[in-house]
């Protein structure tokens, strides 16, 4: 079956500009969730949504926000970007909620270049 | 705020080698995890532990979560160059999963 889908794969923006990644999980999975990856910070949880609903949030500023829509589609967005948002966004699907342990697939992530 | 730190960070070795990389922590996980993450692509799941003093063994991968349930370990016998990545623990707990700063293995032929 397909795995999860990101797009885009690549893309730079300047400051103050404003960016929408997404998200397609696995099909029957309704769990998303959200991460940044740097070479300074590693792997960074920002959120999870389930059924539509934030089940939880990391510690990012409110510059950062995502939904889920009733496909289990997710999108993320930021804000006001700064240079330091430059990194490799991951999405990753479950059937479950990331608490309940089950296996979590992660797509090959949007690569955001800030200028 | 619960912390994973990987040591080491990166490992440079010959093929045939044996090694190991440690994850550990401060707090308690209900359940740790490993990843392998190669270049362009996501994290993929090598394990689960869940209880403490568990071990698991992935072909040449031996995987162990420590007696308190704080620490975890992996070894990897015989590394061949197929095992190059960055190696990631993740552990549960808070509802959420937290990453480890990462080791980078570069296997050399």
């Known amino acids: 079956k397909a795995g999860v889908t990101q797009t885009p794969r690549y893309l730079i923006k300047t400051r103050g500009q404003q960016v929408t990644l997404s998200c397609s999980p696995i099909s029957g999975h309704r769990s998303v969730s959200w991460y940044q990856q740097t070479p300074g910070q590693g792997l960074q949880f920002l959120f999870e949504y389930f059924s539509e609903t934030q089940r939880n949030k990391g510690n990012f500023p409110g510059r950062f926000s995502g939904r889920q829509f009733s496909n289990s589609r997710s999108e993320m967005n930021v804000s006001t970007l700064e240079l330091g948002d430059s990194a490799l966004y991951l999405c990753?699907?479950?059937?479950?909620?990331?608490?309940?342990?089950?296996?979590?697939?992660f797509g090959e992530g949007s690569w955001l270049t800030v200028v | 705020t619960q912390l994973l730190e990987q040591s080491p960070q990166f490992l440079s070795i010959q093929e045939g080698e044996n090694l190991t990389v440690y994850c550990n922590s401060s707090?308690?996980?209900?359940?740790l995890q490993w990843y392998r993450q190669e270049p362009g692509e996501g994290p993929v799941l090598l394990v689960t532990?869940?209880?403490?003093?568990e071990v698991k063994k992935l072909k040449r991968l031996t995987f162990q979560f420590g007696d308190a349930r704080k620490d975890s370990s992996l070894h990897i016998t015989a590394a061949q160059p197929g095992d190059t990545g960055l190696y990631l623990c993740?552990?549960?707990?808070?509802?959420?999963?937290?990453f480890g700063t990462g080791t980078r293995l570069t296997i050399i032929p």
């Open positions: 993740a552990g549960f707990g808070n509802e959420k999963l937290t």
């Open positions: 707090s308690v996980f209900s359940s």
């Open positions: 532990v869940v209880t403490g003093g």
């Open positions: 990753a699907s479950s059937t479950m909620t990331v608490s309940s342990g089950n296996t979590i697939y």
